[in-house]
């Protein structure tokens, strides 16, 4: 079946821009989590939904940072403003209820700001 | 989430089995072990989970001891394909829970 699809797989910005990652959940999953990988680092937590609810956004780095879920189903990472320290590859991981199950990742967007 | 200690990098022939350490001595009763990698250029991948037994599927065998302070992760046939980074996690039983992902330990299959 199919997995968690995240698009642009690339995506070059010019510091400043906004820009927004899309993230397609392996269907019926209830939960869906942000991450972000900085090169050579472990993926860190920026959001989480469950449906349409964001119920943790602890981790998102600053108020540029904006993601949502309307209909509980797809959901869009949006950064406002890029600046060079937002480069990096973001994840996106859903999970069927997201009670301590296992997380599936799509393959990540690359973002360069250059 | 309990922090854990994995070392940066290892080493394994092809064929052997690789054996993976994680440290997690502050581990509570209400958390479980995860496994999982992450390949160079993908997301990462679950591979196996337990809470106090040893686990084993057709990916892995996870190996905890009985103070729960620490686990093995064990690919009985290393091939090439499973060069990547492997991250030992804690995470809570109940509730929705976000990975707290370290540095991984580096494992590098030789031919």
């Known amino acids: 079946g199919a997995g968690v699809s995240q698009s642009p797989r690339y995506k070059v910005a010019k510091r400043g821009q906004d820009v927004a990652l899309r993230c397609d959940p392996i269907?019926?999953?209830?939960?869906l989590f942000w991450y972000q990988q900085a090169l050579g680092q472990g993926p860190e937590f920026l959001t989480y939904?469950?449906?349409?609810?964001?119920?943790?956004k602890s981790g998102l780095p600053s108020d540029r940072f904006f993601a949502e879920r309307p209909e509980g189903s797809v959901s869009t990472l949006k950064i406002q403003r890029t600046q060079q320290e937002d480069s990096a590859v973001y994840l996106c991981?859903?999970?069927?209820?997201?009670?301590?199950?296992?997380?599936?990742f799509g393959p990540g967007t690359r973002l360069l700001v250059l | 989430d309990a922090k854990t200690t994995q070392p940066t990098s290892m080493d394994c022939a092809e064929g052997r089995a690789a054996n993976l350490p994680c440290n997690h001595s502050?581990?509570?009763?209400?958390?479980?072990v995860y496994w999982y990698r992450q390949i160079h250029s993908q997301g990462p991948q679950y591979i196996i989970h337990?809470?106090?037994n040893n686990e084993t599927n057709e990916m892995a065998s996870l190996i905890i001891t009985e103070d729960r302070k620490s686990s093995t992760l064990i690919l009985p046939h290393a091939t090439l394909r499973d060069t990547a980074v492997y991250y030992c996690?804690?995470?809570?039983?109940?509730?929705?829970?976000?990975?707290?992902f370290g540095q991984g330990t580096r494992l590098t299959i030789n031919p």
């Open positions: 269907s019926g999953h209830v939960s």
């Open positions: 502050t581990i509570s009763g209400n958390e479980y």
């Open positions: 337990g809470l106090k």
């Open positions: 939904f469950q449906n349409e609810a964001q119920l943790d």
């Open positions: 991981a859903s999970s069927f209820t997201g009670m301590a199950e296992t997380q599936y």
């Open positions: 996690i804690m995470t809570i039983i109940q509730g929705a829970q976000k990975l707290v």
